[in-house]
């Protein structure tokens, strides 16, 4: 990951934690219910953060400072949940909030909940600086309707990848990241990208 993010358990998805269950699904095979994210101490930070959203007064304020402080200059892109999931349409209408005090900073939202970013977009205006990309939840499934999304599909080898990479749209975006062996981004930020309607990303 390029910059900064925020994150909760994945242990706490609503619409998740049922696709979790059901065979085939992005949620049965997620990246966040294994390995470094499952251990004591990232797990009790994952609570504290979302404990500090439901406790801390103006909450939004200080994210957005935090955000400030933390974002690299000269590239100052953010990602909301690397692990986790909205757990209300409140909870994204405030994070809209964190997007407005900071307009220099490109923020990026990947979910699954369908219904709370309905909720909160009639409740709010999505500041412009912000992507939300609306995650398909069968891998090898189509992408969802809406203006932004993404998908998972696997297993395909390096090589296969890789000219799928050569052969980006926006339209269909291949996961630069997902071509080498450490998926780091690179100078890539597709997924920050508004014109970029889906990013595919290889099942890891």
């Known amino acids: 990951m390029p910059c900064p993010s925020w ?8 619409l998740g934690s049922e696709l979790r269950k059901q065979a ?24 504290q953060r979302l404990l500090a959203f439901y406790a801390v007064e103006d909450w939004h304020v200080y994210m957005a400072r935090y955000i400030e402080l933390l974002v690299p200059i000269g590239d100052p892109h953010f ?23 900071t307009p220099t900073v490109r923020h990026w939202l990947p979910t699954q909940e369908r219904g709370f970013v309905e909720q909160a977009l009639r409740m709010a205006d999505k500041p412009d600086n912000l992507v939300i990309r609306i995650s398909g939840p069968m891998i090898n499934g189509v992408p969802p309707l809406a203006d932004n999304t993404s998908v998972v599909v696997g297993p395909v080898s390096k090589e296969a990848w890789t000219k799928r990479v050569a052969a980006n749209t926006h339209t269909r975006f291949h996961c630069e990241a997902s071509a080498g062996d450490d998926y780091a981004c690179g100078t890539c930020r597709a997924c920050w990208d508004s014109t970029v309607e889906t990013v595919v990303y290889k099942l890891h």
Request: with cysteine; net charge positive; aromatic share 10%.
């Open 24 to 47: 085939d699904t992005v949620c049965s095979k997620c990246y966040a219910c294994k390995g470094h994210f499952v251990m004591g101490p990232v797990h009790k930070a994952n609570e």
């Open 79 to 101: 990602r909301w949940f690397s692990s986790g999931d909205l757990q209300s349409a409140t909870m994204l209408t405030t994070i809209f909030k964190v997007c407005e005090l």
């Open 7 to 14: 994150s909760i358990s994945a242990k706490r998805c609503v």
